[in-house]
């Protein structure tokens, strides 16, 4: 789960796989140099120390989903409850993805994932009851990504 190897023509990278690592890589450099552009534009050094797998499963980015009951505005989203709205789509939406017709325009905020999409990978995920294969694209969904705890 922490290491970069060759498998078949491909590639295989294990979910705790820093971004540090992915970086540094030289096969990610040699044959892969999206991954290492991808890997060297997230954050500073002090957060590409943290791992692949968390880098794919972050929460979408979006104001009005994280707007906390402190400030005295809460929104209820359509993140936070099917009877909500997508206040991003008439609202203030800037880094959102205000294009379609879909449920909710926050963004998925993971570098990773737009230069694995691009080279068409696929994530293998493991639990108590056996593990799947997804495309990288089957990841993610409008309000956030497929895994669920224990699944």
Known sequence: MS????????????????????????????????????????GSPQIRICNLGGNLL???????????????????CR???ESGQCYAANGENQ????????????????????ALLALDARVNTVNAEGGRSLAIDELYTDLCHVLKAGK
């Open 3 to 42: 290491n970069i190897h060759h498998i078949g023509n491909g590639l295989a990278i294990g979910t705790l796989v820093t971004i540090n690592e992915l970086e540094d890589s030289d096969l990610i450099k040699n044959q892969y140099p999206i991954l290492r552009e991808a890997a060297h534009s997230i």
């Open 58 to 76: 972050q929460d979408v980015r979006c104001w009005y989903y994280r707007r906390s009951p402190l400030t005295g505005n809460v929104y209820n």
């Open 79 to 81: 993140r936070k409850s």
């Open 95 to 114: 880094y959102h993805a205000v294009m379609g017709n879909c449920q909710c325009f926050a963004v998925c905020p993971s570098d990773m994932a737009a």
